[in-house]
Antibody
Framework: EVQLVESGGGLVQPGGSLRLSCVAS????????MDWVRQAPGKGLEWVAH????????YYADSVKGRFTISRDNGKNSLYLQMNSLRDEDTAVYYC???????????WGQGTQVTVSS | FMLTQPHSVSGSPGKTVTISCTRS????????VQWYQQRPGRAPTTVIY?????LSGVPDRFSGSIDRSSNSASLTISGLKTEDEADYYC?????????FGRGTQLTVL
């Protein structure tokens, strides 16, 4: 079974940092591009960042550029999101997603909650 | 660009509903549209990819299409079931930028 399991969420003060992790299983992780997508409380989905299978290509949404860093360790079947200078508006459930083909996000992890509040 | 969806739609069991997704700029046909279902408290799952293809395991009651004249995509659900009650999101892209619609809440009355 293809599975993505996120961890690392929690409560952090504005300006703080957090590192999210995602462990993949059930498929050849090193062969797939990966993304992070978030969902603020009661809101829709927002794409955050993308990384190619070899880490050679990385893209960010404008809202997180310069503050967030996506990375991966193919040897550990793991995806990461380092989040610095966190703001109230970064409060959301963060989903780890596989780029199943060039265009489609599938499957999605169960998500990890990040709350930025003083 | 933006993808505009209706805030909500509703239908009775056994009926058919259609959810639209209008692209604000750029040709809808040139960049594939995907549709995701999100039940309350759950992660999204894919129902349609590449405009009109169903992912394995998705019932054929779900279908996708595009309309070049209105620059929009549509998700049609026929034979509505109570289990179809969920939020539905369209998604497309422009280069490296991935964009989601704001979601449509489907209520099965």
């Amino acid at each position: 079974e293809v599975q993505l399991v996120e961890s690392g969420g929690g409560l952090v003060q504005p300006g703080g940092s957090l590192r999210l992790s995602c462990v993949a299983s059930g498929f050849s992780f090193s062969g797939y591009r990966m993304d992070w997508v978030r969902q603020a409380p009661g809101k829709g989905l927002e794409w955050v960042a993308h990384i190619s299978s070899s880490s050679s290509i990385i893209y960010y949404a404008d809202s997180v550029k310069g503050r967030f860093t996506i990375s991966r360790d193919n040897g550990k079947n793991s995806l990461y999101l380092q989040m610095n200078s966190l703001r109230d508006e970064d409060t959301a459930v963060y989903y780890c997603v596989r780029r199943w083909n060039d265009f489609c996000f599938d499957p999605w992890g169960q998500g990890t909650q990040v709350t930025v509040s003083s | 660009f933006m993808l505009t969806q209706p805030h909500s739609v509703s239908g009775s069991p056994g009926k058919t509903v259609t959810i639209s997704c209008t692209r604000s700029s750029g040709n809808i046909a040139n960049n594939y549209v995907q549709w995701y279902q999100q039940r309350p408290g759950r992660a999204p799952t894919t129902v349609i990819y590449e405009h009109d293809r169903r992912l394995s395991g998705v019932p054929d009651r779900f279908s996708g299409s595009i309309d070049r004249s209105s620059n929009s995509a549509s998700l049609t659900i026929s034979g509505l079931k109570t289990e179809d009650e969920a939020d539905y999101y369209c998604q497309s892209y422009d280069g490296s930028n991935q964009v989601f619609g704001r979601g449509t809440q489907l209520t099965v009355l």
